[in-house]
């Protein structure tokens, strides 16, 4: 195995494989070389392609967040009729929502959450929804 592969695995056993990691000089010849990328190759100006979303989410603004003395929390609606949500720690320390932004459901039931600039930058509310799911 490569040093790069032992590191992964090493980050995995820490539970690190979700933190940012800085590869070292030697680390990214490596990582060119297994991807038959000449050593001396530059990254490129060229811009990624863009896409367009079209998915359709439940989601609520976020007025507050109290949290549990178990790192569990509650999130609460800006919205009136809606009843607070309640999030693990998982949630909390992954998505770090904030009041303002948006907790964010899923088709697939996959919970998240998004900041209110993004979140309104790229969806619009649907009429056509249910009061129950």
């Known amino acids: 195995m490569g040093r790069m ?11 690190l494989e979700d933190e940012a990691l800085e590869p070292s000089e030697d680390d990214m010849k490596e990582l060119l070389l297994a991807h038959n990328i000449g050593e001396n190759a530059m990254p490129t100006d060229r811009e990624m392609p863009k896409y367009i979303s079209h998915k359709e989410v439940w989601a609520l603004k976020i007025k507050s967040i109290v949290n549990g003395s178990d790192g569990s929390g509650l999130i609460f609606p800006e919205d009136d ?11 909390l320390e992954r998505h770090k929502p904030e009041p303002g932004g948006y907790y964010v459901v899923y088709a697939d039931g996959y919970k998240s959450f998004s900041p209110a600039k993004a979140f309104e930058d790229g969806y619009t509310l649907s009429r056509c929804y249910t009061l129950s799911r």
């Not at 592969?5 to 980050?11: A, P, Q, V």
Request: hydrophobic share 25%; glycine share 10%; charged share 35%.
């Open 5 to 15: 592969s032992d590191l992964n695995i090493e980050r995995h056993e820490a539970g």
């Open 81 to 91: 009729g809606y009843e607070f949500v309640e999030v693990s720690k998982e949630y």
